[in-house]
């Protein structure tokens, strides 16, 4: 079965930067939208940043300006770049990739710890 593997999170402190990163363990064919989510404690998850296949950026408001998406169609990879991290950032970060055939894909999670 292929399962999404993500990479990077960790401990910061506030104004620190963190870059995560996802891939797929195998192949995964018509990957439409690729994107982040996070859970914070207590909390929905949430959508953070999410790209199309033709290069269509959707940032929350809460990150826009300090996070950047990027994706490899040819690695099956999606990156989140996050600059300027706040303690509201904290939460647990989740990559999808959903097909054009309507499934979908997700990782395990990863922490984000941002101190104050």
């Known amino acids: 079965q292929v399962q999404l593997v993500e990479s990077g999170g960790g401990l910061v402190q506030a104004g620190g930067s963190l870059r995560l990163s996802c891939t797929s363990s195998?192949?995964?064919?018509?990957?439409?939208?690729m994107g982040w989510y996070r859970q914070a404690p207590g909390k929905q998850r949430e959508l953070v940043a999410i790209i199309s296949s033709g290069g269509t950026l959707n940032y929350a408001d809460s990150v826009k300006g300090r996070f950047t998406i990027s994706r490899d169609n040819a690695k099956n990879t999606v990156t989140l770049q996050m600059n300027s991290l706040r303690p509201e950032d904290t939460a647990v970060y989740y990559c999808?990739?959903?097909?054009?055939?309507?499934?979908?894909?997700w990782g395990q999670g990863t922490q984000v710890t941002v101190s104050s």
């Open positions: 195998g192949s995964i064919f018509r990957i439409n939208l």
């Open positions: 999808n990739f959903h097909t054009l055939y309507g499934n979908d894909y």
